[in-house]
């Protein structure tokens, strides 16, 4: 499977110096010491999947966040007691050699860098959703803009947690949307995907014929929580938790996945 590595918001990146799994740590915007940022996931769809180690900036600097080459990279299947070294594929890149994700297994990655050792945590829900149907809506603020609605089944019982990923043409929209069943459990979700879509944005609008592609994927709420808690830190009009929540110990930044994952393709029409 192809995993495309998100870069975290600036602002996320220099708001912890040091965090544990389910801290938050406040700290100066300005000349932090680097933190190490590290991203990745694995998936019950085919390997091999990928591990992004990068390190942040200071605040007032761009967001070309420099590759952590060299460190050593290892998923552990905590369930069924085997190891994969990964693979350096490119600066900071790593790649599985042996991992399959199974619905209901657990996975440690540890990264050690420079020293420091990082390690994040995650099971695999024993559950897959499917997307039963996708189509186009047009935006309820007004205009003509078409957003993506992609329809699934929540099954009964509360506790499932969802993250959406959508491409138009190939293209990764940025931003990963967070979901849970706590006040939907067991109903039908239509909620349209929403991004950034003015023009000064520079994502694409959707045209009749392109292809349109979203990931409903499947995760252990500590990863959920992630999300949610990102997503509050970007959103400067919301309350506490200022900072997301990293799934790692050891002071990295960042998040490792295990998800049941589910992909619907359609070709807009209207």
């Known amino acids: 499977m192809r995993y495309i590595f998100n870069p975290i918001a600036a602002l996320v990146l220099f708001m912890l110096l040091t965090t544990s799994c389910q801290k938050v740590i406040d700290v100066s915007l300005k000349d932090s010491e680097p933190a190490y940022i590290i991203e990745g996931e694995v998936t019950d769809a085919p390997g091999p999947y990928f591990v992004s180690v990068t390190r942040s900036k200071n605040f007032d600097e761009n967001n070309n ?41 657990t996975y440690e990655l540890h990264v050690v860098a420079d020293g420091k050792t990082f390690v994040s945590k995650t099971t695999m829900p024993t559950q897959a959703v499917a997307i039963d149907s996708m189509y186009l809506r047009v935006s309820d603020f007004g205009g003509d803009i078409r957003f993506i609605v992609p329809e699934y089944t929540d099954p009964v019982g509360f506790g499932n947690r969802y993250l959406l990923r959508q491409y138009v043409n190939g293209k990764l929209l940025p931003g990963t949307i967070a979901r849970s069943d706590d006040v939907t459990d067991g109903e039908k979700s239509q909620f349209p995907l929403y991004y950034f879509s003015e023009e000064n944005d520079g994502e694409p609008f959707i045209n009749a014929g392109d292809t349109l592609k979203v990931e409903l994927l499947c995760v252990d709420n500590a990863v959920y929580e ?12 919301s309350g506490t938790p200022a900072n997301p929540l990293s799934t790692f110990t050891g002071g990295a930044i960042g998040v490792f996945k295990a998800a049941r994952i589910n992909t619907k393709v359609i070709i807009a029409d209207f």
């Open 65 to 105: 966040f420099p590759a952590v080459e060299g460190a050593v990279v290892v998923i552990k299947n905590t369930t069924s007691n085997t190891i994969d070294t990964l693979t350096e594929v490119s600066a900071g890149r790593y790649k599985t050699n042996t991992t399959q994700g199974v619905g209901g297994n």
């Open 226 to 237: 992630f999300y949610r808690t990102l997503d509050e830190t970007i959103d400067q009009n």
